[in-house]
Nanobody
């Protein structure tokens, strides 16, 4: 098993930046492909970004492509999400998740989840 803890959320003005972190414990992060998801009030949880175990491949939702960057440091057992040019519609609880699949493609491929961190973007 792996335990995931997100941090770095907060309140930021539109156009600003935040970096989220996800610290893993219990098992080494390099065993998992990792993803970021978000959930806004009244909406379903949606995919944001994904990164493979060796950082060889990343994938983003259209809504964040070009603004967000997912990265990982397996030596530090930590996943990151750099968020630039934030918009009010980016407001949500952000979750990191771990998958045992090499290339997870759907939300149910992720078996481990953090508790989430709130990101609020003011206009």
């Amino acid at each position: 098993q792996v335990q995931l803890v997100e941090s770095g959320g907060g309140l930021v003005q539109a156009g600003g930046s935040l970096t989220l972190s996800c610290a893993a414990s219990g098992r080494t992060l390099s065993s998992f492909a990792m993803g970021w998801f978000r959930q806004a009030p009244g909406k379903e949880r949606e995919f944001v970004a994904r990164i493979t175990r060796d950082s060889g491949s990343t994938y983003y939702s259209d809504s964040v492509k070009g603004r967000f960057t997912i990265s990982r440091d397996n030596a530090k057992n930590t996943l990151y999400l750099q968020m630039n040019s934030l918009k009010p519609e980016d407001t949500a609880v952000y979750y990191c998740a771990a998958s045992s699949r090499v290339l997870p493609s759907i939300i149910s491929d992720y078996g481990y989840w953090g508790q989430g961190t709130q990101v609020t973007v003011s206009s």
